[in-house]
């Protein structure tokens, strides 16, 4: 039987966590108060309302739903009705607003962000098709988000690059990526822009395209250097910019560790108790032709820009992480949990030996 202290004591914290503090409210730079209200987590409400821009991507789901973790309201544009579906249980009721748009479309992308205080520009293409090119997305998409968020008055803006974007690549889609932050900085000149390392995770193209595709990671003899990060360290820090009320500039975050292509093969080898392809190294002539010839089905393959990507190392720049309060995890920590489904049944719970890494 509970005493009358213990119950006093129990309704005491009860009306303390109902109650609003300073902490609670926060004012945006065009003076706009956010106030926040309830216990922490997916019930309470952040005062925020956010909109995802690539919100049904890799990194978009996660990102989504580490906000409806935080109470806030997310909108989601989306493309194909099939493709939202799974976002819809990231969040508390009426928390998650699907809204159908087009990048071409301004009137759209105008109606997606104008209850907004920010937002996230996730767009980007791995490859390019009859109907969007590099350009199209990673330049004229997101200077038109930029344009829109601007002209309505949204506070702040996070545009999402890549860690190696730069005019100079010989990458097209590195440049692209590079010359869609000077687009955007030119008409939202204090967004955030963000600069990931090539990111892993369940439904990932690395890992799982690795333990498919090996031969296609074997270019350059596995002598590419790479800082692969995890997508819920990325989806994490971007979240955590939610409560900043600016941070003008580029960060970048690459993951913990450098490492060969050839290390990573050996890593998913071990992992996933598949010996080592017997593949010979495709010259890069070689693997350029063949990528050109897999452009003509309609799904897609590998393009000969990934091929020019496969030859080039990531930058070496330090990471800006502790601007956004996050410790990147090493990538041996995680890979089993994505490659075990590749392992045969026999070898299913077999323990993980890691190999060695090479200087």
């Given at each position: ?215 296609w990671w074997k270019l350059n003899h596995g002598e590419t250097k790479i800082r692969p990060v995890h997508v819920m360290d ?101 890979a089993i949990t994505y490659l075990r489904r590749y392992r045969s049944a026999e070898n299913f719970v077999r323990p993980v ?7």
């Amino acid at each position: 039987m509970l005493s009358a202290s213990h119950v006093l004591r129990v309704q005491r914290v009860a009306v303390s966590r109902g109650k609003r503090a300073l902490h609670d409210l926060v004012t945006l730079p065009d003076r706009k108060p956010i106030i926040s209200h309830g216990t922490p987590g997916y019930s309470a409400v952040s005062g925020h309302v956010a909109t995802v821009f690539g919100c049904t991507g890799f990194l978009g789901r996660y990102l989504v739903s580490k906000l409806g973790r935080m109470g806030t309201q997310v909108i989601v544009p989306y493309r194909e009705e099939d493709e939202k579906r799974h976002l819809k249980p990231m969040g508390d009721l009426g928390q998650i607003v699907p809204m159908e748009w087009d990048i071409r479309n301004e009137d759209q992308i105008a109606e997606c962000l104008r209850h907004s205080d920010i937002v996230y520009n996730l767009v980007g293409r791995e490859y390019e098709t009859k109907n969007f090119k590099y350009s199209d997305v990673h330049v004229t998409g997101a200077e038109r988000i930029a344009k829109i968020a601007s002209q309505a008055g949204v506070s702040r803006l996070v545009h999402v690059s890549h860690l190696n974007a730069s005019t100079s690549s010989t990458s097209h889609f590195y440049r692209t990526k590079a010359e869609g932050e000077e687009r955007v900085r030119d008409v939202f000149p204090s967004a955030t822009i963000v600069r990931p390392g090539s990111m892993y995770g369940c439904e990932d193209k690395f890992l799982n395209n690795m333990a498919s595709w090996p031969i296609w990671w074997k270019l350059n003899h596995g002598e590419t250097k790479i800082r692969p990060v995890h997508v819920m360290d990325v989806a994490q820090a971007l979240a955590n910019l939610m409560p900043i009320p600016q941070i003008a500039g580029t960060l970048s975050l690459p993951g913990p560790s450098t490492l060969t292509m050839e290390y990573l093969l050996d890593l998913v080898s071990s992992v996933t108790y598949i010996p080592p392809s017997s593949a010979p190294v495709l010259p890069k002539s070689i693997a350029l032709a063949l990528a050109k010839v897999a452009q003509a089905p309609w799904w897609p393959l590998i393009s000969p820009d990934e091929v020019e990507r496969r030859y080039l190392d990531d930058v070496d720049v330090p990471g800006d992480w502790n601007a956004v309060g996050v410790v990147p995890d090493e990538i041996e920590n995680h890979a089993i949990t994505y490659l075990r489904r590749y392992r045969s049944a026999e070898n299913f719970v077999r323990p993980v030996v890691l190999p060695a890494r090479f200087s």
